[in-house]
């Protein structure tokens, strides 16, 4: 990667990465014309190919640069600075609705990357991927206050239910082309109640 792209002003920068985001999030990595990407970001192609070398250097960095926009975020929000399970969903998902506002199609790219079944480009995500839910499932589970939890749940299996089922949730938003982050905060709190009223401990 060029490093003149990162010399690049803010405002022009995201533009691009927005455009590549939504793009490869639409198409997947192999159908994606770097033209279109170009198209969408106010550049030309030369340009483009001026800050990646090719199409896989493009993909990788916005993966990279998902991963870490997300652990930032993650960190203002302070997400383990809490050990309430469901304090920490909802703050989790705090950040991630502030950061579709910014980036709209990040959240959409991340989801068809982890499906991408294209070898060069599935075996780093793969990786990456993996290392990032074990570290963060770690975290997690050491902070939690298991006391407030029903006491027949498998906390393991409530966690993998609840990941997949947001997942699930905002697949089905960008399939449907509703993105409208506002909408998708209200709706997501709202399951987190639910949640939390089916899995906590019930004062007597």
């Known amino acids: ?67 870490e926009t997300t652990r930032k975020a993650l960190r ?25 506002r910014e980036y709209p199609y990040m959240y959409a790219f991340s989801l068809r990357a982890y499906y991408e079944t294209e070898p060069e480009i599935q075996r780093a995500v793969q990786e990456s991927f993996s290392d990032a839910c074990s570290t963060s499932e770690r975290l997690v589970f050491e902070k939690i206050d298991v006391s407030r939890l029903r006491k027949d749940i498998d906390l393991q299996a409530m966690y993998t239910e609840i990941l997949y089922a947001v997942d699930g949730y905002m697949f089905k938003k960008y399939r449907s082309n509703r993105i409208f982050p506002d909408e998708i905060e209200q709706e997501l709190i709202d399951l987190l109640e639910f949640w939390e009223n089916a899995y906590t401990r019930k004062e007597k």
């Open 1 to 67: 990667m060029n490093d003149k792209f990162f010399r690049l002003p803010c405002e022009k920068r995201r533009r691009i990465i927005n455009a590549a985001y939504k793009v490869f999030s639409q198409s997947g990595y192999p159908k994606a014309p770097m033209s279109e990407i170009a198209d969408e970001g106010g550049v030309s192609k030369a340009l483009l190919f001026h800050y990646f070398q090719n199409k896989k250097e493009l993909y990788l960095y916005l993966w990279e640069n998902a991963m």
């Open 76 to 100: 203002e929000y302070r997400v383990l600075e809490t050990n309430d399970f469901f304090e920490m969903l909802k703050r989790s998902l705090l950040s991630k609705c502030a950061l579709m």
